[in-house]
């Protein structure tokens, strides 16, 4: 008999997660052949589960994470070979949410997983997320509020509680053995493209399966004056785009469909400053997980920054003529989408114009007007309306036999 | 004495009822044990509640086992226990917290109770009476309610094919404060200074607002005549022929924020609709209980009072032309009264009202 293991993925953003995950929901039936459970009825069932486990509010979302962690784990208990849970959100749970996890998960043997990549890539990363999610805070304050030591914003204790590495895995280890704790490392840039998802396979037990990786669903990232450009587009649409509408609109539309297409532009990267305030930092994580003895896929000197010759871009004051291209771009992809819905409104409205002729047509067959007045005498009497009741239950029993 | 059989010791104190802060906490060690220490915040929360007496057994627990909700620095160390320069945030002096970390961690225990309280039973209402008059209400959403309520129970339900209209008015910040106050009561709400604010960037009122375009559709439906304009809810029952209408409690601006506060954790415990129940036949009631009475309404910002008086003008001399019926006062009673106070609750005052609601709550044996 198989050992029942649990496989847990939590974190962290922006380390081919998204990639990852739609590997194993789209192949989620053939891995279940193999013995390996991927408990999901949705792309985001996972993500649900995070937001419900740690009680966060995600721009109306969590109307749909109502028992999502429970309904996952009671999966989870009742599979009896491998199971993976995965999303990066889950690095940000606190003690008291991650003792409530790890028990509902049951006896099975409990695998973490983190996936990392360096922290001069992460930085820039995670403002531009804060941006995707509709946030307009400037670079220059998202960087100085992650370097208060104190950590008190909303933005710093977020971004620490994500990618913290020694700390998340503090966080979520605290009751599991290192041995069955593993760093997943994102490769350096220039390295072969799927060498990432190599050491995902390898950690998750997927060598070998025949997946389909042919996945679209991804977090691209976006150039600098595209992210300038999109934290402008929130300042001036947050007051009356309701959650429900940015995310197929700003977030999918323009940020996924368009502006993440303008490969060409500046990179986001960090000031001389924290750079070398994050590798100091990094090569502390490296030493302390280098003593912690966990299984590495891949290579903790990834998670320390390359030495760059790339000039910094700086998104609050960007090149003005780059924005604006971009904003060309989105303005023809709006009025692309404009075109599209219009198309969809004169379908609708044939339509609608048709089977308005319809019912006229019926109102006026003679006959029409004498069931009408029918209708309406029986309508009237207590007689009446239960000959109307049994005709309209006699008639229902025959169109359901028809 | 280790740092972490002095922090044991405060632990045993809290959770006994103590409220000494822990910068001023010294202890023997006798209680020291194995395990890891509650965070700061759940800690100095404990200590609040305690201010006001001991804090029941069941509510300290829930206090200690609960996770804070949301986005925010997770559990904290203690300043002199937890090793410094380490992963994680810094060790804090719990005093030294801010009050909306205590807010969000109390959100999350009051959510836990709501959800856990037995289930509110259906009002009782009588039997529709045969011959009752026909109403409608409209106007302050928030005493709308109430009286609405009161009649219905009382077996005159709203309808009718030819209704007197009441159209119930008041001064126009308290009308809108109200309306907003009704919103929060029923599901969904912006923050009232987001909302004031949508509303005086506009030129004026939106029609499902707007006293004047909410009278004049009555009236092309029912005529004018039937249109009655009420400025108190005693105006209201003599326009309707009953008697015994009383207005609304009024929830302080701080705790509509913290019905709002922990709301937004019942989004991810229940459905929606199991959420609307609990929220009107839950939560309002204790926090209707733990209010505190000289805390203040919600009050539109002084930036706006200009907008807001050129509005209670526009309404007085809309109403006034139509001719309406007007019950209880003069039209010039929609003018804004000059408010106490311009600014919104502090999350001081938030926490206040909800260390009060958790103690009823725990009152009612919900903990």
Known sequence: ?402 | MTAQARAWGWVAHLTSGGTTPWADWTDDGSASRAGVLPGAQHLELLRRLNLAGPTPTPLVRRVLASGAPGRGQQELGLVGVAEPGRYGAPPVDPADLPDDELVRLASGVLADLVVSAPEPAPPRNRRPRLFRHEYRLGGNRLTADALRAQLIRDGRPPGGTRPTVVMLLGDLGAHLADTWAARVRRAFAPPWDDWIHELAERPQLPPRLDPVARARAWADQVGVERVHLALAPAAAAEALGVRGLTGPTRLSHAALDAAGHTKGVLRVLVNDVEREQRLRGVLLPWLEAGDTPTLPAPVVPRRHRGWLEHEARRIRAGLADAGYAVHGGELDQLLPAEPVRTTGPTYGEVLTVMLRTLRVATMEGQA
Not at chain 1, 130 to 145: E, P, S
Not at chain 1, 167 to 188: M, N
């Open chain 1, 1 to 402: 008999m198989r050992a029942k293991r649990v496989l847990l993925h939590v974190g962290t953003p922006k380390t081919g997660t998204s990639y990852l995950q739609d590997v194993l929901f789209r192949n989620r039936r053939l891995l279940a052949d193999r013995g390996i459970l991927y408990p999901a009825d949705r792309f985001d069932a996972h993500f649900l589960a995070a937001l419900d486990l740690m009680r966060l509010p995600w721009g109306g979302l969590e109307d749909e994470a109502v028992g999502a962690w429970d309904r996952l784990a009671e999966e989870v208990r009742r599979w009896p070979g491998t199971a993976i849970v995965s999303h990066e959100i889950l690095a940000h749970a606190s003690r008291t949410e991650i003792e409530r996890a790890l028990a509902s998960l049951g006896d099975a043997e409990v695998h973490l997983i983190v996936s990392a990549r360096d922290l001069v890539r992460q930085i820039p990363a995670e403002w531009q997320e804060n941006v995707k999610h509709r946030r307009t805070i400037g670079y220059a304050r998202f960087l100085t509020a992650i370097r208060d030591p104190q950590r008190r914003s909303r933005t710093a204790s977020w971004f620490w509680a994500v990618q913290e590495l020694p700390d998340i895995l503090d966080r979520w280890g605290a009751t599991i053995p290192p041995e069955r704790i593993h760093v997943v490392t994102v490769p350096k840039p220039g390295s072969a493209p799927t060498l990432l998802w190599e050491r995902f396979a390898r950690t998750f037990g997927l060598e070998g399966i025949p997946l389909d990786l042919n996945v679209d669903r991804a977090n691209p990232s976006l150039g600098a004056p595209e992210t300038t450009l999109l934290r402008r587009i929130n300042r001036t649409v947050n007051g009356f785009v309701k959650p429900a509408d940015y995310r197929p609109l700003v977030r999918e539309l323009l940020a996924h469909q368009t502006l993440s297409k303008r490969t060409n532009s500046p990179r986001l990267g960090v000031p001389p400053e924290v750079r070398t305030w994050a590798t100091a930092v990094a090569i502390g994580w490296v030493e302390e997980l280098a003593a912690r003895g966990y299984d590495v896929a891949g290579d903790l000197e990834d998670l320390l920054p390359d030495e760059s010759g790339a000039p910094f871009f700086d998104p609050d004051h960007p090149r003005e003529r780059l924005v604006n291209n971009a904003a060309l771009d989105v303005i023809r992809a709006l009025l692309l989408e404009n075109v599209r819905l219009r198309d969809a409104e004169a379908d609708l409205a044939g339509r609608l114009e048709e089977a308005e002729r319809a019912l006229g047509r019926a109102y006026l067959r003679p006959s029409y007007k004498l069931r009408e007045k029918a209708v309406s005498k029986l309508e009237h009497g207590r007689l009446g309306q239960g000959m109307l009741g049994a005709y309209r239950r006699a008639r229902g029993r025959s169109s359901r036999s028809a």
